[in-house]
Nanobody, 125 residues
């Protein structure tokens, strides 16, 4: 049984930075693709970034490229999302998700993710 817990959200002014953590516990060796998603009020949940743990390959939504960085710390079973140059449109609830397969570059389908965290709120204003 695997659990994901997000942390690091908060309120920040435009141009500021935040780092989100996604800590996994339990049978983490079964996990391979970790994704960060976000959902603004009244909008669909959208993919932000993904990382395949076994290769380190990453992918980013166009809206966050060159501003966000996803990385992993295998020793701590944690995936990070470093968010720089934040904009008001980055506001939303951020979720991490995990699945056993390789992430598909360019795909933001939620079907490959079997576990979701509870989310952490990011507000940029």
């Amino acid at each position: 049984h695997v659990q994901l817990v997000e942390s690091g959200g908060g309120s920040v002014q435009p141009g500021g930075s935040l780092r989100l953590d996604c800590a996994a516990s339990g049978h983490t060796s079964s996990l391979n693709c970790i994704g960060w998603f976000r959902q603004a009020p009244g909008k669909e949940r959208e993919g932000v970034a993904t990382i395949t743990l076994e290769t380190g390959n990453t992918d980013y939504a166009d809206s966050v490229k060159d501003r966000f960085t996803i990385s992993q710390d295998g020793a701590d079973n944690t995936v990070y999302l470093q968010m720089n140059s934040l904009k008001p449109e980055d506001t939303g609830m951020y979720y991490c998700a995990a699945g056993p397969w390789v992430c598909v570059v360019g795909s933001w389908s939620r079907s490959i993710y079997t576990i979701w965290g509870q989310g952490t709120q990011v507000t940029v204003s």
